[in-house]
DNA sequence: AGCGACCGATACCCGTAAGGTATCGCCCCG
DNA sequence: CGGGGCGATACCTTACGGGTATCGGTCGCT
């Protein structure tokens, strides 16, 4: 199997419409179809159901789907961890560390630290990026390592080491009736407070249906509670980044997060198990 | 990138050799020396060393065998993933498990039984190979799920769920001194004993220098130790499988080994994720 | 019912690039 | 200094990827 024709069949399973599909490839319809029969026939499967009305994915459809998206992250990881290495070699750039923004804001500082300080640290290049972004980073070689959070990120396919645990606490405005109250439990934040919790983007970027106002990072996060329009229940970390009219309330019953460095099996080049050994002994 | 490209410069790297590689390849030696070329253009990265005398890999080089290696086992494992699942939507077979012949004797037949009585269990393969084979298997797309024991096997790059961990025993000739000790110490039995460890192979094929005998299995390995060649030290569950000439001696420092299930991330069908269900409740 | 619009498949043509053969240039060895 | 081994180059052939034109079937509108 070529690349290419995984890539057509991927246009193609993602727009279940062989126009369409063609046009986002840049290339005529026809030897799209040409070239989607052919995979069939060499695979000996059929792909997608098709009559001249809709298109759809059989169940070994949804399967190349799902399985050809990684071997294409895989190929593309492939050249670009070359095209990285060549640099490195040549005194280029380091590391490529990715976080969500906001999460982790003082934990990040005092490992860039303690990994400078050694003896042979390469330069790190810190990615902010949102939520759910990190995996796909990783994968496609555009990240060397992450800091992921257990357990709203997926470490699946990844290797991990436990950084540290964390309780979580609820953040509201500060005049709120509850800001005063010693500890909170899920279930009366939920509640009592009154006021809806965030939507955050699904990894597809949509949101999900609810009361509670979308949200794309913490600044925009911290503005909303401050007007009083949403409250949420977020590590104790965040503490750092509250503005001066909000509360932190702990919230001793939510799930505890755990803060994990985490990188693609298989590459653990000199700097970097440097980095992952200097983060472990944090 | 193609995979053609990949597969070109993975046979090159391997050799070192453009000639033997194309031959390997199935092509003549010219296309390739171009094909390798154009890789190296278009990825701006020199990938080979050259000269008239001999071919050498550059760090980037190295880089790109590993995860060229690891991109076209993607692409395979969705090829062959792929087949299977149209297969499995005909009612054709269903799992493939692997594990390492001779490991976990008692653990393996109560797990399938116990998969088999689940209401809608699907026929389960099971494959038994050498050592270090399972991770490429899963990796390919050749097997669904593995068996494999920690600290000896790596989980590098699959999702894994603990099922029991277990102490080693010392399995010695019945007729040795040391056989009727109540417990030996790791050190005694490299020592005491005046028996060689056996070789493993390695992921390669190749085996480790040193005095005791090469095996590639349990019967083989079972029947050196019953002829006083050579003793080993292997998980309790083993018992069950020793002949009568045979003395099992708990090792209590010896480190404890662990069984996981296995599966490649993102591959969670229906029926895997029943077997992986059934089988961490046992 | 009939016409038009939409969509995938088919037919046919063209150009590129992958593969083959012959040969060169280089280097090590005898 | 000549021969053999090896990668690079030159040149040819051809298969296949891609384009245009068109067909055939289905839905929707009037």
Redesign the interface.
Known sequence: ????E?RYFVAVAEELHFGRAARRLGIAQPPLSRAIRQLERR?????LERDSRRVAL????S??L???R??LD??????R???R??QA?HGGAGLVLVTKAGASSELLPKLLDAYAAEPDAVPVEVLLCGIGEQERLLRD?RADVALLHLPFDST??L?TEELVTEQQVAVLPAGHPLARRPHLLTAEVETLTGLPMPRWPRADGSYPDGPGPEVRDHAQLFQLIALGRTAVVLPESCRSLLLADLAAVPVPDATAVTTVIAW????RSRPLAALIRTTTRL
Request: a neutral charge; zero cysteines.
């Open positions: 199997m070529e690349t290419r995984l695979l000996g499967v059929t792909l059989t169940s070994a459809g399967v190349l799902r399985e050809g990684a071997a895989a190929v593309d990881a492939a050249g961890r070359t095209r290495a060549a070699a070689g699946t396919g290797d693609p099996p298989h590459s």
